[in-house]
């Protein structure tokens, strides 16, 4: 993916809000944490833990003490994991035995007890005397929640409590709330933002994928741009209507240039066409000319045979030409090549023959069985045309080799028909129109046979080809057919 295309950036953007919206939920995850309700219940367990721990030590359940260990003492040992933690001992007169607060962040060991909360801790250490369980206050004011307990402390004396207290300090106001409102404000329009982004993203990577895909595959009969389906998408859209614009332009212009180069053929076609006509024609009237001034019988039936014999050169020119150019209807059927090709090849032995020109029929490597779908009169005249080319361009003592072989290209079975000649091979400058009508470099011939072949083949939908060859080792002319076509 390039870095500077749109589909990166909003990729990347999408991320950055992705992080962001992470970070915010951490940020509000944390002052969660320490908001009011979170802190008391953290005090409230702290507290707990602090009155169960001076009953565990003056129980002796955390180890013997030293004989004469001050209550202070006890108290503190037991507080001093517990940070902002204060306690001690109380007894049901009212008197407080024991006072320590470990964790005191004053400059010195704080030993004094506070006394704005005396009657606060008288009020929870006689509530525990009275239920005999712990017991937990909460006296929340402005800018702290204040929590205690009191529980029983037997192990002490019959009427003892012993105490702990912490201060939870009130996080919530005003400005808090607003902080709070702000960045939950913030974090679900991140978090909004990045889905809306990624539904987007996704969206339109899709139309874009469906847009490449379209574009990538080519039509089966043209090479022109499709005709794009619109997406939904505004700006996609825009691209959509100015390349099916541009499209329908290529096409018209597609169309005007076939036109133009349909007429440009038809008139090389009818130039080609006079030029073989008038020859004949010309040696026709030379003959009938010669006749009539000489008077005489002999004469004139030789001038007759000859303007017969080019009669029947036209006629042969224009049955070729109207079997090019006519539409053939290709009816199919199981055809045994073997005996195809031997036939043709025998129906030609005379004039290789007489040409000193051996053929060669090779089909051993058909499947013996599987008969390929062929229009049999059609075939039969496409390989008598390559044959007969072939004999014409092999010199005395060549050989003309027919071979067929089944063959499978990309997945389809294809029947091969190759027809080779020992001659001299096809000329370079001849080589791009060597299937075109009247494109011939020997003397005297049409030029249509090869034509012929081509149209034969492409109506069985298939095609030939000059396969390629050194120079001087003779010409090869491949015809690959479907097998048995869908």
């Known amino acids: 993916m390039r870095t500077n295309s749109l589909r990166a950036r909003l990729s990347a953007l999408w991320m950055m809000l992705l992080?962001?919206?992470?970070?915010?939920?951490?940020?509000?995850?944390?002052?969660y944490g320490q908001s009011t309700a979170v802190q008391v219940a953290e005090a409230e367990v702290a507290v707990t833990r602090g009155c169960r721990e001076i009953i565990d030590r003056v129980a002796g359940r955390k180890g013997p003490l030293p004989p004469g260990t001050a209550p202070e003492r006890i108290v503190a040992l037991a507080l001093e994991a517990l940070p902002g933690v204060e306690g001690g001992i109380w007894t049901a007169s009212g008197d407080s035995v024991a006072y320590a607060f470990p964790t005191y962040e004053g400059t010195g060991p704080k030993t004094d007890l506070p006394e704005a909360e005396r009657p606060v801790i008288a009020a929870v250490t006689t509530e525990a005397l009275q239920v005999d369980h712990a017991v937990t206050l909460r006296r929340p004011n402005r800018t702290q929640v204040l929590v205690l307990q009191g529980c029983p402390?037997?192990?002490?004396?019959?009427?003892?409590?012993?105490?702990?207290?912490?201060?939870?300090?009130?996080?919530?106001?005003?400005?808090y709330t607003r902080l709070l409102v702000g960045l939950g404000f913030l974090a679900v329009t991140v978090v909004g933002a990045a889905i809306?982004?990624?539904?987007?993203?996704?969206?339109?990577?899709?139309r874009i994928a469906q847009l490449e895909a379209a574009l990538a595959s080519p039509l089966a009969e043209a090479e022109e741009l499709p005709h794009l389906?619109?997406?939904?998408?505004?700006?996609?859209?825009?691209?959509?209507?100015?390349?099916?614009?541009?499209?329908?332009?290529?096409?018209?212009?597609?169309?005007?240039?076939?036109?133009?180069?349909r007429l440009a053929a038809v008139g090389r076609l009818a130039a080609d066409l006079a030029h073989e006509i008038r020859n004949p024609i010309a040696a026709m009237r030379l003959k009938a000319e010669n006749a009539l001034a000489n008077g005489e019988p002999e004469r004139a039936a030789t001038a007759l045979r000859s303007v017969i014999g080019q009669i029947a050169r036209v006629d042969a020119l224009l049955r070729d030409l109207l079997n090019l150019t006519q539409l053939r209807s290709i009816a199919r059927s199981p055809v045994p090549v073997g005996p195809l090709l031997t036939e043709c090849a025998q129906d030609h032995r005379d004039l290789a023959e007489a040409r000193d020109v051996r053929i060669a029929v090779e089909t051993d490597s058909l499947p013996p069985g599987d008969d390929p779908h062929l229009d049999r009169a059609?075939?039969?005249?496409?390989?008598?045309?390559?044959?007969?080319?072939?004999?014409?361009?092999?010199?005395?003592?060549?050989?003309?080799?027919?071979?067929?072989?089944?063959?499978?290209?990309?997945?389809?079975?294809?029947?091969?028909?190759?027809?080779?000649?020992?001659?001299?091979?096809?000329?370079?400058?001849?080589?791009?129109?060597?299937?075109?009508?009247?494109?011939?470099?020997?003397?005297g011939g049409t030029g249509l046979g090869l034509a012929i072949v081509r149209e034969i083949a492409r109506a069985h939908r298939g095609d030939v080809i000059l396969a390629p060859s050194l120079a001087g080792e003779g010409a090869t002319f491949l015809m690959e057919l479907p097998w048995r076509p869908s």
């Open 153 to 175: 402390l037997r192990a002490y004396g019959p009427d003892a409590t012993a105490w702990t207290m912490i201060r939870a300090h009130v996080a919530e106001g005003p400005s």
């Open 378 to 443: 059609q075939i039969v005249r496409a390989v008598e045309n390559l044959i007969l080319n072939a004999i014409q361009h092999s010199p005395d003592g060549g050989t003309v080799r027919v071979e067929a072989r089944r063959v499978v290209r990309d997945g389809n079975v294809l029947l091969g028909i190759a027809v080779s000649d020992a001659g001299a091979g096809v000329d370079p400058d001849l080589r791009a129109a060597i299937f075109e009508p009247f494109a011939t470099a020997r003397p």
């Open 196 to 206: 809306f982004l990624g539904r987007f993203l996704i969206g339109f990577s899709r």
């Open 19 to 31: 992080a962001s919206g992470a970070a915010t939920g951490l940020l509000l995850y944390g002052l």
């Open 229 to 261: 389906q619109r997406t939904g998408e505004s700006e996609l859209d825009r691209l959509v209507d100015a390349l099916n614009a541009a499209g329908g332009r290529l096409r018209a212009a597609r169309e005007r240039a076939v036109a133009a180069e």
